[in-house]
Structures are given as C-alpha cells and as structure tokens.
T-cell receptor, first 112, second 113 residues
C-alpha cells in the first residue's frame, strides 16, 4: 500500500526555470494539500484541494500553481523558480478536513 | 501561522514527563491535531481532539480546552527516540468547512540522558 507518493524526491533548479511536483495518493481521499517547510519552521500551506477539479489558496500561494485533474493526483507547479522557493515540499491527503493527514516523504527543492 | 502558538524549543530528561503547549484562535474551531516529526522525515499523526478533556494513548496524552483556546501534548516516560519536533494544527474554514489545515511553527524537543 503506497499511501502518498511524491516525485521527484530531490531537484536542483536554476532561477527562472519551471518544474512540476507530482503527488499521488491511492487511498481515495477527497482532500489534498501542498505544504512547504523551511529550516526550523513548521509547515506552511501553499494550496489545497477538496476534490477533483477544485483548488484553493493557502497561506503562501504566490509563485505556485496547482491542478487536480484526477482525484488521486495533485500537481504543484513553479512557473519561474526563485531562490526563495528553496524548501522541502510535503504533499498530504485526508478523507475530509478533520481527518488524519497522511503525508508523502517530501521533495527537497533547491533553486540556485 | 494564523495565531497558533507553541514554544520553539524544549529540553527534557530521559524517563521524565514533558508538556508541550499550544494556543490557537478559538473562532471557527473544528478540532486540533498533534503531529510528530523526526528530523528529515515527514510528520506522523499522534492525536486529534475535538471535545474538551484528556485523551490518553500509551505514553502520549493530549488535552483540549475549547473555551481557553488551549491544548497540550503530554509525553511520559521519555525515551531518546522522542527527540523530535511536535506540531499542533487546526482545520480552518476555507473552500469548504474545515478544509484548510494550518500548522503551528512546531516545538523542537530534545531529550538528554
């Protein structure tokens, strides 16, 4: 049982490059989330989705876009990467907003 | 994030008891989560409280007071492996009721022998 899978696990980008992080869950969860975590800090919500075809902004959405075309997948895009986006990105999902969150292993992104 | 406050760091001794506090904004309350996160790993679920009182789960207990906007995580019989960050989180109204799960900055707990 894979749970929540993130790809890639590591990526180095140059300023201005674009990339997409993929999150896939096999638990038939309705809700999916993208967080970023900077050294010594908690998780900050970037965007989230309450179902296929719906997305919404979190606490720090600027510079990111998301799409939820299929229920099991939630994509996070950086159109023009900046050094300030160097971070560890976590995807998570749950059955509903008050349910236990299941996290992926994280994706470490470095922007030079 | 969004008025969720926790101490930044705490230190405790192996075998002892430690209490990690979390305060939050009470409006639109839908429950409170506690997660554990070891360095370099993803957070893992510890507890979810929606009613007042203490819930015990082995060595870990979580307490909630909705009227005071206050929760704590109690760790007993501390072990070295309990050295980790402890995050409290609250689901806030967003696109739909209780859909934005917002985390505090976390408390880094260090256990000394």
């Amino acid at each position: 049982n894979a749970g929540v899978t993130q790809t890639p696990k590591f990526r180095v980008l140059k300023t201005g490059q674009s990339m997409t992080l993929l999150c896939a869950q096999d638990m038939n969860h309705e809700y999916m989330y993208w967080y970023r975590q900077d050294p010594g800090m908690g998780l900050r919500l970037i965007h989230y989705s309450v179902g296929e075809g719906t997305t919404a902004k979190g606490e720090v959405p600027d510079g990111y876009n998301v799409s939820r075309l299929k229920k099991q997948n939630f994509l996070l895009g950086l159109e023009s990467a900046a050094p300030s986006q160097t971070s560890v990105y976590f995807c998570a999902s749950n059955r509903q907003g008050t349910g236990e969150l299941f996290f992926g292993e994280g994706s470490r992104l470095t922007v030079l | 994030g969004q008025n969720i406050d926790q101490p930044t760091e705490m230190t405790a001794t192996e075998g002892a008891i430690v209490q990690i506090n979390c305060t939050y904004q009470t409006s639109g309350f839908n429950g409170l989560f506690w997660y554990q996160q070891h360095a370099g790993e993803a957070p893992t679920f510890l507890s979810y409280n929606v009613l007042d009182g203490l819930e015990e789960k082995g060595r870990f207990s979580s307490f909630l007071s909705r009227s005071k906007g206050y929760s704590y995580l109690l760790l007993k019989e501390l072990q070295m492996k309990d050295s980790a960050s402890y995050l409290c989180a609250v689901p806030r109204g967003g696109y739909s009721s209780a859909s934005k799960i917002i985390f505090g900055s976390g408390t880094r707990l260090s256990i000394r022998p």
